[in-house]
């Protein structure tokens, strides 16, 4: 991986997140989900997000009187989840320091807001006494950063803030003897004629094509 020159996109990082560099912030945050953003950008801009709102969070949160401390973050994970978009653990032997995750399904172009929004609700875990869950102080921690940073944060988050795979594409080939998935957006040679290939996994010929419908609204955790 090489040296972190994108640090510097974010200069002077939750600041811009008030009211006067939201523009800036987000465009700059959109201006890296363009493309498809591999594993370790994805990594990378969450790293970034992190440091550059997290101090702020942190001094929002103690001076509106939270019990607030930023946990020294051990690690930020991407994760494959549809069902949990974000997560903040907090090992019992040591209150100290926390892991992060993240679903890489909330990295596309077009969803710097509802990323950060995720980002921000594990940091607020990240901030708060363990137990706190999503109590009492959670939901103020929440008002207080919605309304001074012009977030949108909310204890479950709504099922369009990922790109999930059911909702995007519209095939999906499944192989009935690994069971390994395929997604697909529109009906190619695999979906039209799935009998001409192979599973790269297995190597068997077993597929089953599906017409994916489009799914009710379900909301994800964080
Ligand atoms: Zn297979
Ligand atoms: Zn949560």
Redesign the pocket.
């Known amino acids: 991986m090489p040296s972190n020159p994108q640090t510097e996109m974010f200069p002077r990082g939750g600041v811009l997140l008030a009211a006067s560099g939201r523009r800036e912030f987000l465009s700059a945050t959109e201006t890296r989900l363009r493309g498809e953003p591999l594993l370790w950008e994805k990594r990378l801009l969450a790293r970034d997000l992190i440091g550059s709102i997290g101090p702020m969070l942190e001094k929002i949160l103690r001076e509106a009187g939270l019990p607030a401390r930023l946990r020294r973050i051990v690690s930020v994970r991407i994760t494959r989840g549809v069902r949990e978009y ?1 997560s ?1 653990n907090i090992p019992k032997a040591d209150d100290s320091e926390c892991r992060l995750a993240f679903s890489g399904h909330l990295f596309f172009e077009g969803n710097a807001e509802a990323l950060i929004d995720v980002v921000a ?2 940091l ?2 990240a901030c708060l006494p363990s137990r706190e ?2 109590g009492v102080d ?1 939901h103020r921690g929440m008002a207080l950063l919605n309304e001074k940073l012009g977030l949108h944060i909310q ?1 479950y988050s709504e099922k369009s803030a990922i790109r999930q795979s059911e909702s995007l594409y519209r095939y999906k080939v499944v192989c009935t003897a690994c069971r390994n998935e395929f997604y697909y957006l529109r009906a190619g040679a695999v979906v039209r004629h799935p009998s001409r290939y192979r599973c790269a996994k297995c190597g068997k010929n077993a597929f089953k094509v599906y017409r994916i419908l489009p799914s009710e609204k379900e909301k994800g ?2």
């Open positions: 974000g903040c609700h594990e607020l875990h869950g999503h959670f204890v955790s964080v």
